[in-house]
């Protein structure tokens, strides 16, 4: 299974950006997905999370209200909608996937991750 995180890029403080996944070499429907992101000196943090079935979401406080995780099984394929963008938003940001066995994803049952993309937010 191989994820290719891509979107991410420079935008001005209050911009938007989408980062899109997609997903190859697996049943993408069966999967609960998830944005993690990590700051520079940071440790790693779930963002978003959208279980297999898309009935379950999860945001950290932080991106509530401001962050959309969505999916498209048809194009095996998870998104994250970022608006009002603000410079601690500046991360890179990796996409994961999990069994469905599992009610949600979290860091200790993430499977299968993307290579990561790099945001950043200039204030």
């Known amino acids: 299974v191989q994820l290719q995180a891509f979107g991410g890029g420079l935008v001005q403080a209050g911009g938007y950006l989408r980062l899109s996944c997609a997903v190859s070499g697996g049943t993408f429907s069966r999967y609960n997905m998830g944005w993690f992101r990590q700051a520079p000196g940071k440790e790693r943090d779930v963002v978003a999370t959208i279980s297999w079935t898309g009935g379950s979401l999860y945001y950290a406080d932080s991106v509530k209200g401001r962050f959309t995780i969505s999916r498209d099984n048809a194009k095996n394929t998870v998104y994250l909608q970022m608006s009002s963008l603000k410079p601690e938003d500046t991360a890179v940001y990796y996409c994961?996937?999990?069994?469905?066995?599992?009610?949600?994803?979290?860091?200790?049952?993430?499977?299968?991750w993307g290579q990561g993309t790099q945001v950043t937010v200039s204030s």
């Open positions: 994961a996937a999990s069994s469905p066995v599992y009610v949600t994803l979290d860091q200790a049952n993430a499977r299968y």
